[in-house]
């Protein structure tokens, strides 16, 4: 049995290590063969599904989360497959791989190794879909961009502004169709042997991942999606969890990616709910090493209280609802499409940059994650929310800025304050809030109104209080932090990108004095005393 | 019985004419004295209230809403006011008498001689109070200001900025209490002769309302209100209809009033919702003259639909869901607290200008009317939206531009035109409206998604068309008028006030290119062919 390290020598902790075999390539291998790996290390054990990549080469790719000794033997209908023994001594983690990215304190996201993983999102669905020479712009404008994530489809997409046809297909291609838009799958008229991946076109994929976690972004890879001429958005189930197996195997030891498992579920028509059960089902059971799963909504959101998503992936404009989302859902809340900076006629793509980054800033106070986007228009119709390529929008260098501020606050999980007013409005709808209930304060908040602070805070208690006002443009503010500590304050202009201190040293109840302007912030950080 | 003239001899259409008469002055001619009149005209009969001035003066004012002969006859408890007659021949409207301002085409305004009204309120809740100086320059700025209306408290106001004494009190004054702010009215020292009001008092509101008249301005009058440390939040439910009659026989007959119940009624802890019940049965069965009358809300919305209420005074900060509230409510809606354009603590007085003129527009558009207030700090604590004095804001001159707008409109009521999806979503919330209902087009809408213009219109069906896109920035738009008809087609900039033109003539389908900015507005009007 051969041994083959990647992407070098030598297995190491939270880096993929692939064994390659060579086996059978007649027939079709894809259906044919079956094969996996079972590691084990002491009294653990993992199960690792194989898949076939072509030219009688099979390959079976693990992810160590633990140091030491792993024993590993094979599992296979195909004799010479079956059986093979090695042992893998995994040394210490290289510098920068800390893992996959996991649920981390219910709400917020951690690299596996504890390392602080900010879940700062971006957009561009067919990128990888575009040939080398955009697709490695599109690597070089991701590794000047403060994003940690990027969402992208396996599968090329069909829509406005998306009519080329992509290098290569992800199965063997029988008849050529159209590439007219708008058209429907069904009379496009292209036909492919759904049972015949066409490696080339995974091993791309593949590349530009480890090219992004080389970049430290994170692949939120999108398995289905409703953007389609080629008939992949309508495959059979059996062909759809033969497909997801199939990209599972070969993927899951890839430490950057996450599942997807649509993006807009509701918008492919011949899926039901019945059917995302099944495939959610298939993913979850072929991963052998717990990547990051959800699913993406267009209008109805999915019940993501489902067991086997880890977090929610909504798409919703209301990045300040991430606050009743957690509480509903129980999971962080990662907001993937709260409209896009741009300027096309679409209206989920034409709100301005200044809007994009007022909804990041509700989204972090109120305990969520936000996803960026941008849909610009040109002539060449390469917008960077489809085909990736150039950032223009106003918003990067603002949500870099938020990162920047984010990066400096303590390594913890910011938890929204509840405001209990505000809170309850959000939730009920002020029509159904009574006044009484209104205006009585909370337990725990029997000095309010005197504390009252009616903006949206994350905080890490006692440490650290970053608020928001919005639109609103308070020239005075009461210091909302707990008695008998001390903070310095600092207003921060989320548009202008600077942070201007206004005190060394307060508490709670003292009156800070705030130059009034829109789209300001208050960082309070604990102080010595 | 003397007659005499007001403002200046002779009857006429739509002006106040006053009716004085002398009659006992002893005792308490307030609960002593009944006095009313009853004007006829052919078969109609209308009975006038009468009201004592002091001084053994008794008014009785009547406002015309016919030219020609009224026969008028009073009844009293004093023999010497009772069975009293005298004849007025009315003559026709002076320019500018439009008559009171009345519901028109279900969701709108009108004056009663059908003079089309734009209801653009602003908000100086005492500026009555506050001495000639300051009231003076009050009246002239809004003589330069677009404001159609102002919402005014009788009572004065004791509230935060809002310390001193008012020069006069509206009823006799017993002891005097303190002016301390924060206090409880109870603990604050007061005591009036309820059952006394102050003639001095009530004709300098007179005065005031008359000025604003002389300016083309609506007092909206708010009759009772929460922000009091004199006790007249508090009075019984007797002393309460007894003003309430009381300032209705005065005041009924100045064209330019309205009734507005309460300011913030859920704040009036000692009222019931009985209470308000039976308050604006006694304001609505004392108006001989039908005007417009309402209630305002701090949280709990009102039942509006109250049929002896005219119209919708809410306070809610989303403008745009006017559609909405007019279905609900089926009435004029008007905003009349939406969030002020200012920077104090407060957070309903905080908002930038910017996002004060984007709710104008969001209401005008969704068939709504808004109301401005101002809240910028200064030493001295003269804050427009209590104690009037000059606007510095950034709103006001984009209003200005919004009511040019309006009057060069077709004169007809602006109707939103309902895009069934964002009503939906709107209406019900985007979580519970389901994908298939979302998606497809309502009956008269097949052509949607193709004329799918997702940003509210306001229009005059077939000739004007009021599209606002907000933070929306759409490169191009389809142009969404009925087919067959031509339109000509400019951009408004709403924070820029200028006006571009984009089109000479487009009809339903045709595409219209925009360079993208927030805060536009596009208008349509029609053209020939």
């Given at each position: ?30 259906l044919d063969v079956t ?90 669905y067919a990128w990888n ?110 062909q759809d969890d033969r ?287």
């Open positions: 049995m051969q041994d083959i390290a990647f992407p070098e020598a030598g297995p190491t902790l939270w880096a993929p290590h692939e064994l390659t075999l060579r086996g059978p390539a007649s027939g079709n291998p894809f094969l996996s790996a079972t590691f084990t290390r002491g009294t653990r054990s993992i199960e690792v599904p194989g898949f076939y990549d072509g030219e009688g080469i099979y390959r079976i790719r693990f992810l160590p989360d633990q140091q030491g000794p792993w024993q590993c033997r094979t599992t296979s209908n195909a004799p010479g497959l079956d059986g093979l023994a090695a042992t893998l001594d995994v040394g210490p983690a290289k510098p920068g791989d800390h893992g996959p990215v996991r649920v981390a304190d219910t709400f917020d996201f951690r690299y596996a190794d504890g390392t602080r993983y900010l879940n700062i999102g971006t957009t561009a879909h575009q040939g080398d020479a955009l697709e490695e712009e599109t690597l070089a404008t991701l590794a000047e961009a403060p994003f940690t994530k990027i969402r992208m489809c396996v599968f090329p997409k069909h829509y406005r502004y998306n009519q080329n046809e992509p290098p290569h297909y992800p199965f063997a291609l029988i008849k050529q169709g159209s590439s007219t838009w708008p058209g429907k799958v069904e009379d496009a008229g292209w036909e492919f042997d759904l049972d015949r991946p066409n490696p080339a076109y995974f091993q791309h994929l593949e590349k530009r991942i480890r090219q992004l976690g080389d970049i430290g972004v994170e692949a939120d890879l999108i398995l289905l999606h409703p953007y389609d001429r080629w008939g992949f958005s309508r495959m059979s189930a059996e497909y997801l197996r199939y990209i599972v195997a070969r993927l899951a030891a890839f430490p950057n990616v996450w599942w997807s498992m649509a993006n807009e579920y509701d918008f492919m028509e011949n899926k039901s709910l019945a059917d995302w059960d099944r495939m959610i089902g298939v993913v979850a059971d072929a991963d052998p090493f717990g990547h990051l799963l959800s699913i993406h909504n267009a209008f109805p959101l999915y019940d993501w209280t489902d067991k086997r998503l880890t977090h929610v992936s909504i798409q919703r404009p209301e990045t300040e609802h991430s606050l009743l989302w957690r509480e509903r859902f129980g999971k962080p809340v990662s907001v993937d499409e709260c409209c896009y900076e741009g300027d096309i006629a679409e209206q989920w793509g034409n709100i301005s940059g200044r809007d994009l980054v007022h909804k990041f800033w509700l989204g972090v106070v109120n305990g969520g994650h936000v996803t960026h986007g941008e849909t610009y228009y040109n002539d060449a119709e390469i917008l960077w929310w489809a085909k990736g390529g150039k950032l223009i929008g106003d918003s990067v260098a603002r949500i870099a800025f938020l990162r920047e501020i984010l990066e400096a606050a303590p390594d913890a999980a910011l938890e929204p304050m509840l405001d209990n007013r505000n809170h309850r409005i959000m939730k009920y709808g002020a029509d159904n809030v009574t006044g009484p209930e209104m205006s009585k304060p909370a337990k725990g908040e029997e000095d309010w109104p005197k504390i009252r602070f009616p903006y949206p805070i994350a905080h890490v208690p006692g440490e650290y209080y970053l608020a928001y006002f919005g639109q609103r443009q308070p020239r005075e503010v009461v210091v909302p932090t707990p008695p008998d500590q001390f903070y310095s304050a600092a207003v921060l202009d989320t548009w202008d990108m600077t942070e201007t201190p206004v005190a060394e040293r307060v508490t709670r109840g003292d009156l800070l004095f705030i130059q009034p302007k829109p789209n300001l912030a208050l960082v309070l950080r604990r102080v010595e005393g």
